[in-house]
């Protein structure tokens, strides 16, 4: 199988427009915090603000200034404050760390000096790596920190962010999405393409691999769907839990989905961020982690996808018999073109979830509605390497967490459409339910 995934290169220059643009949304994400929430309690699955937006501005001096630009660093102490490879993260809470004001003015000083050529360009490439990977590289950085920064607002019931424009209220398209895409299967080659303008790297070493034949769910798993497996005593039957999730669950006391609250006549509630609003049925579901995705399918009969049926049922198109999948693989479910606000949900547009059938004209070429934005994806594939793997020069970025991670894809409503893509990876330890993550699901076995 062929692709043909060449994104349009970005300039120097617009590469630096988008790190501005970036900053300005990571400021807005904390703007209206006081000091002390700033800091916020000490909990194991998220960073102390005021220490996260200092990483960021950090990550960029070391990887721009430094790295590549042979600066000396602007913080004597900035290494043992912000470098999160040496900073055990119970002790983030403890640190020295900055006051708001020059964490601000330190951003401040690291993003003008970044956007200054002279600053930033002192050798042309190292090992390979040119100017525009590293800023790539802590562009993609930053917006993922911003996602975490909103779940992090979510988690801590912290109000909703403000970011510079009011949310959209999208509705569903009233059409009826229900049931299974059909993927023929086929080769197809796993992960992305030489052509892509920068590639993390654990998504490098395409690979060829088989894919049998499956049915994929159309549209991700909805709160209602989920609701009757809570309702049918899913969280207490032993028979639909893997171990460690069984185990999981006894230890955390879990009923239903975190942030879900059951009134007494029976109509059920989400908080959402600092407010409790009514579960609305067809919206899809989120913040679930793996082990109730893998209850949930059990349940239903059904299970989740591995990584390579996700991907191709995203990007792959259907040859003209529809037998197998033709050569040309898409770098969106759509196609080629870049996230529009008709195809995904993402950069905050409706500041949370929206209903499955919403956005049609984002559909993949089978059919799948909403394969990018709106939730990220479990998928039933443990993190790892792709054959041949080299890890990149944020050498603690992929291989640390081989192993012990499960895979998402697909990207949610608070992703930057920049970042997202097809062959993007995401991965996160199966118990964690305060990012933003749902599922779609796939038939145990197809009788064509």
């Keep these: ?80 404050l912000y470098d999160s490879a040496r900073v055990a993260h119970d002790t983030r809470w403890d640190l020295p760390l900055p006051a708001r004001a020059e964490t601000l003015d330190y951003m401040r000083q690291v993003l003008d000096r970044v956007c200054d050529s002279d600053d930033r360009r002192n050798r042309d490439a190292i090992d390979g790596y040119d100017e525009r990977y590293f800023l790539h590289l802590v562009l993609f950085h930053e917006q993922m920190h911003a996602e975490a920064l909103t779940y992090t607002r979510q988690t801590l019931c912290y109000p909703g962010p403000r970011v510079g424009y009011p949310p959209k209220t999208v509705s569903g398209s009233g ?21 892509e303008n920068f590639v993390f790297d654990n998504e490098q070493q395409p690979t060829s691999i088989e894919v049998e034949p499956f049915s994929i769910s159309k549209t991700a798993v909805t709160n209602r769907e989920l609701a009757v497996f809570v309702e049918d005593g899913g969280y207490n039957r032993r028979e639909l839990w893997t171990e460690q999730g069984w185990q999981w669950r006894r230890n955390s006391g879990a009923e239903h ?73 898409r770098r969106y479910p759509w196609g080629d073109d870049r996230p529009t606000i008709d195809r995904a949900n993402l950069d905050w547009q409706s500041m949370g979830c929206i209903e499955v059938d919403a956005k049609p004209a984002g559909d993949s070429a089978f059919g799948c509605r909403q394969m990018i ?38 990207g949610c409503w608070a992703t930057r459409s920049s970042l997202i893509r097809n062959t993007y990876r995401n991965f996160y330890t199966p118990d964690r339910r305060d990012v933003w993550a749902g599922f779609r699901t796939c038939a145990k076995s197809d009788k064509r």
């Design 373 to 410: 934005g709106n939730t990220w994806e479990w998928t039933s594939t443990t993190f790892g390497s792709y054959p041949g793997f080299v890890a990149g020069p944020y050498k603690e970025y992929s291989e640390p967490w081989f192993g012990d991670h499960k895979v998402l894809r697909g």
């Design 1 to 80: 199988m062929t692709t043909s995934l060449k994104a349009t290169a970005p300039s120097t220059a617009d590469l630096i427009a988008t790190l501005q643009e970036t900053r300005a949304r990571t400021l807005e994400l904390i703007d209206d915090l006081s000091d002390a929430q700033l800091m916020g309690p000490r909990l194991r699955i998220i960073n102390p603000l005021r220490w996260e937006i200092g990483h960021v501005a950090w990550f960029q001096e070391y990887w721009i200034l430094r790295h590549l630009g042979g600066q000396q660093p602007i913080l004597t102490n900035g290494d043992s």
């Design 175 to 195: 059409e009826d999405v229900s049931g299974d895409a059909y993927i023929p299967g086929g080769t197809f080659v796993l992960g992305a393409s030489a052509d």
């Design 257 to 329: 989905p975190v942030y879900w609250q059951r009134e007494s006549n029976g109509r059920w509630l989400r908080r959402d961020f600092d407010k409790w609003v009514e579960l609305q049925d067809r919206v899809a579901v989120v913040h679930v982690n793996w082990y109730e995705a893998d209850a949930y399918c059990r349940w239903a009969g059904r299970r989740l996808p591995t990584e390579p049926e996700w991907e191709m049922a995203a990007s792959c198109e259907p040859s003209e018999d529809g037998r197998m999948i033709s050569a040309h693989k």
